[in-house]
């Protein structure tokens, strides 16, 4: 059995979709923290079947809440104080994304102008569809 020890301040992303958890690594930027981060994949869930966890030794703000609620809003995100869950967050689809996603439409702005910030707004929530803020290039 694998034992990986808990966290006494810091952040517990549960309930991430099998096989994602290194995605979410990477949107987040984790490589550049300075603190432990313990990614389990393929764990066994009662009511998933699998999942893959991330702990994050350290302030939830270090975290970019908007972009992991538009990787999976349904992850859970557990804040740990003194080695226990002392506050659960609800994620939700953000309304506006910034440098999330890049748009692909090479006549955007954002093409051209390399240093504007790549700016999405959700326009169909029920089809996670975001559409590019200059161009309205739709992103899914």
């Known amino acids: 059995m694998l034992n990986i020890s808990g966290i ?5 992303l549960d309930h991430i979709q ?3 958890s290194m995605d979410i690594y990477h949107y987040l930027n984790l490589q550049e923290l300075d603190c432990q981060v313990a990614i389990i994949k393929n764990a066994k869930s009662n009511k998933m079947g699998r999942k893959d966890i991330i702990k994050i030794e350290g302030s939830l ?7 992991l609620g538009y990787i999976d809003h349904k992850i859970t995100v557990n804040i740990i104080k003194d080695g226990v869950i002392s506050e659960k ?9 910034t440098n999330v996603i890049h ?4 006549r955007c702005i954002t093409s051209i ?4 910030p790549h700016v999405f707004d959700l326009t169909d929530e029920e089809n ?12 899914r």
């Open 61 to 67: 703000d270090l975290l970019d809440l908007d972009a």
């Open 8 to 12: 006494n301040n810091g952040v517990v």
């Open 18 to 20: 099998a096989g994602k």
């Open 113 to 116: 102008e390399q240093e504007l």
């Open 103 to 106: 748009c692909k439409n090479p």
């Open 89 to 97: 967050k609800i994620l939700r689809l953000p309304k506006r994304i």
């Open 128 to 139: 996670k569809v975001y559409r590019c803020i200059y161009c309205e290039t739709k992103h």
